[in-house]
């Protein structure tokens, strides 16, 4: 059983900035990859940003230059570091992660539950 806990959300003014964090634990081997994903009200879900085992990160266009992915293997966590943040990036995000696990062959993913973000004055 892996689990995801988010953590880090709430409500921030235009400007503002937030850092989530996301630990993953359970039985895990070891982390491919990670990822945040936002889905906005009357929206679909959309990548926010990714980040392979070797460091290796890619970003929406919408969020390049403010926000900053990061990972720490030994605690098998994952950060969003988001700064000048907009209205429009009001959303639930969740994070993801693609990971081998310790008892079982292959490949999983699993998600966490979400964690909201407001950006308003």
């Known amino acids: 059983q892996v689990q995801l806990v988010e953590s880090g959300g709430g409500l921030v003014q235009p400007g503002g900035s937030l850092r989530l964090s996301c630990a993953a634990s359970g039985s895990i081997f070891s982390i491919n990859a990670m990822a945040w994903y936002r889905q906005a009200p009357g929206k679909q879900r959309e990548l926010v940003a990714h980040i392979t085992s070797g460091g290796s990160t890619n970003y929406a266009d919408s969020v390049k230059g403010r926000f900053t992915i990061s990972r720490d293997n030994a605690k098998n966590t994952v950060y969003l570091q988001m700064n000048s943040l907009k209205p429009e990036d009001t959303a639930v995000y969740s994070c993801?992660?693609?990971?081998?696990?310790?008892?079982?062959?292959?490949?999983?993913?699993?998600w966490g539950q979400g964690t909201q973000v407001t950006v308003s004055s």
């Open positions: 993801t992660i693609k990971y081998k696990d310790s008892k079982l062959p292959g490949l999983f993913d699993n």
